[in-house]
């Protein structure tokens, strides 16, 4: 049984360490060490999963279905970065967040918003 209700305000919190496999070299030899934008997409979409989740029922579960955001500032190899989001929206299924990513100086490097729909299996 879900302890916690779907409603706008829920957030959660998400920190990664900037890693080779998460940096632009991974998927191109040439470019620099520096976390790449599909990396902060993919902690964006989880950490609004992560949000969600405690409300959903058991059989429930989200997937990504739009991602509006600016990649601001670079992040090397090494650092960390944490990422925030916040349920700001509910259209039935469809779910909106704001998102934010800050990098371990506390330098916002992303912002945007993410949608999700709730989905079961049939």
């Known amino acids: ?9 829920l957030k959660a919190v998400s920190e ?3 890693t080779p496999d998460r940096c ?5 030899p040439d470019a620099p060490g520096l976390y790449s934008t599909p990396s902060m997409v993919g902690l964006m ?3 609004c999963a992560k949000a969600v989740k405690p409300a959903l ?6 997937v990504g279905t739009a991602v509006n955001i600016r990649h601001l500032a670079k992040t090397v190899e090494g ?5 925030e989001a916040e349920l700001v929206e509910i259209d039935r299924r469809r779910l909106l967040f704001s998102v934010v990513v800050f990098n371990d100086q506390e330098v916002k490097i992303g ?11 049939k």
């Open 1 to 9: 049984m879900r302890t916690v209700t779907l409603q706008v305000g």
């Open 16 to 18: 990664e360490l900037v």
């Open 24 to 28: 632009t070299k991974h998927t191109n």
């Open 45 to 47: 979409e989880g950490t």
């Open 57 to 62: 029922q058991p059989e429930q579960s989200t």
């Open 79 to 83: 650092q960390r970065v944490r990422c």
């Open 111 to 121: 912002e945007g918003v993410h949608e999700r729909f709730i989905i079961a299996p």
